[in-house]
Antibody, heavy 120, light 110 residues
Framework: QVQLQESGPGLVKPSDTLSLTCGVS?????????WGWIRQPPGKGLEWIGH???????YYSPSLKSRVTMSVDTSKNQFSLKLSSVTAVDTAVYYC?????????????WGQGTLVTVSS | QSALTQPASVSGSPGQSITISCTGT?????????VSWYQQHPGKAPKLMIY???NRPSGVPDRFSGSKSGNTASLTISGLQAEDEADYYC??????????FGGGTKLAVL
């Protein structure tokens, strides 16, 4: 079965760049799927960050677009998120997820999530 | 883009039915049959319960159903069970080719 696993630093300093990777197992990342990132600040709701196709096509949240970069590494079967110039409001649990085949909005497989804290 | 509007909380007794609404605009919920619902228990990742307004993924009980009228989508849970107590989120595709989530609804099973 398909599984996703986020990895990356749990603590990032203000103004630095947050970098996370999502490893995909049980499926090839190039299997015609879109792969996404969603975050959830502590005690708050879900926020879509963006998603990426294996070929590199991307869609980003308008509110984060200027700071977000997503990429895919097919050789490592993983995709990545970079969020620049972070502040305390970027503190959240970050999830990677897979878009359900043919869907524009349904994320059917999720990673367990990783808490990233922005603090000096 | 603004978050979709959901009630902060709903409650029901075991065996009862409840409905959670998700209101957007003609640029998201009302414009596409691309609304999904997620269940999230504390400390866990969200779980897809309904996609494309009314479709259930394999393994989701048929007590969960979805519908849409105009700019409002709804999730109905019938035969409420204790394990249904969780946070529920809707999301929708938008005319800007982006995705927007609702603010979430806390379901209490009394």
């Amino acid at each position: 079965q398909v599984q996703l696993q986020e990895s990356g630093p749990g603590l990032v300093k203000p103004s630095d760049t947050l970098s996370l990777t999502c490893g995909v197992s049980g499926s090839y990342i190039s299997s015609s799927k879109w792969w996404g990132w969603i975050r959830q600040p502590p005690g708050k709701g879900l926020e879509w960050i963006g998603h990426i196709y294996y070929s590199g096509s991307t869609y980003y949240s308008p509110s984060l677009k200027s700071r977000v970069t997503m990429s895919v590494d097919t050789s490592k079967n993983q995709f990545s998120l970079k969020l620049s110039s972070v502040t305390a409001v970027d503190t959240a649990v970050y999830y990677c997820a897979r878009l359900y085949s043919g869907s524009y909005e349904a994320f059917d497989i999720w990673g367990q999530g990783t808490l990233v804290t922005v603090s000096s | 883009q603004s978050a979709l509007t959901q009630p902060a909380s709903v409650s029901g007794s075991p065996g009862q039915s409840i409905t959670i609404s998700c209101t957007g605009t003609s640029s998201d919920v009302g414009g596409y049959n691309s609304v999904s619902w997620y269940q999230q228990h504390p400390g866990k990742a969200p779980k897809l319960m309904i996609y494309e307004v009314s479709n259930r993924p394999s393994g989701v009980p048929d007590r969960f159903s979805g519908s849409k009228s105009g700019n409002t989508a709804s999730l109905t849970i019938s035969g409420l069970q204790a394990e249904d107590e969780a946070d529920y989120y809707c999301n929708s595709y938008t005319s800007s080719s982006t995705v927007v989530f609702g603010g979430g609804t806390k379901l209490a099973v009394l």
